[in-house]
């Protein structure tokens, strides 16, 4: 199957730094990407929606300024927590598809556990 | 709308037997996939399954077979012969390709010795 990687897969920061996240698709190409949230003891929260060379889209109540979305290649999306705070600690995930397609999985990559001190 | 429903917080099972996860769903697109994920301790989601909604036979793939209702918009998760390793949460999801993924809050599975 496709895979997607992340990095970093753990990321431990002072409040009111910024953290980079990045998600790569290794051997497919993703015109599309998702950026997912989740809590501890909860499901996936869709974050915002990553079109390659265009604006992210983003879910109601997620703060685009807060959350900053680049998605400059076919292959490479990065999700920057900007001024990051301890009620920003959760697992970061991301998921990629290698086409438009209703019967195509979306790969998940192995997330980015995120704790903000 | 989309809307995905797993209406059983955790399951046990015992080694060997076989388990049956529910899930429902509720949409007014004429074509849909629905997914199954494993979701283990270390995090990472890992697909199981996928039914598409216009698909005649149910999905199966190895011990993994998809009890798809379409009528009853169910599509349950049979694992049969159940391992340790299948010890984890388990995500019913709907969506697939460009569109957007909606999940289930999960059924935790411990399988018991």
């Known amino acids: 199957g496709a895979v997607v990687s992340q990095h970093p897969s753990w990321v431990i920061c002072k409040s009111g730094t910024s953290v980079k996240i990045e998600c790569r698709s290794l051997?497919?190409?993703?015109?599309?990407m998702f950026w997912y949230r989740q809590f501890p003891k909860q499901s996936l929260m869709l974050m915002a929606t990553?079109?390659?060379?265009?604006?992210?889209?983003?879910e109601q109540g997620v703060e685009k300024d807060k959350f900053l979305i680049n998605h400059a290649s076919l292959t490479l999306s990065t999700l920057t927590v900007t001024s990051a705070h301890p009620e920003d600690s959760s697992f970061y995930i991301c998921?990629?598809?290698?086409?438009?397609?209703?019967?195509?999985?979306?790969?998940f990559g192995p997330g980015t556990r995120l704790l903000v001190l | 709308a989309q809307k995905i429903t797993q209406t059983q917080p955790g399951m046990f099972v015992q080694e060997k037997e076989a388990v049956t996860l529910d899930c429902t769903y509720d949409?007014?697109?004429?074509?849909?996939?629905l997914f199954w994920y494993k979701q283990p301790s270390s995090g990472e989601m890992i697909f199981l399954i996928y039914?598409?909604?216009?698909?005649?036979q149910n999905a199966t793939e190895g011990r993994y077979s998809l009890n798809f209702q379409k009528a009853r918009k169910s599509a349950n998760l049979v694992i049969s012969a159940s391992q340790l390793g299948d010890s984890a949460m388990y995500f019913c999801?709907?969506?697939?390709?460009?569109?957007?993924?909606?999940f289930g809050i999960g059924t935790k599975l411990q399988v018991i010795p």
């Open positions: 051997d497919f190409q993703a015109t599309t």
């Open positions: 998921s990629a598809s290698g086409s438009g397609g209703v019967r195509e999985t979306q790969y």
């Open positions: 039914q598409g909604s216009y698909d005649q």
């Open positions: 990553s079109n390659e060379g265009s604006k992210a889209t983003y």
């Open positions: 949409t007014s697109d004429p074509s849909y996939g």
């Open positions: 999801a709907m969506g697939g390709g460009y569109q957007k993924v909606t």
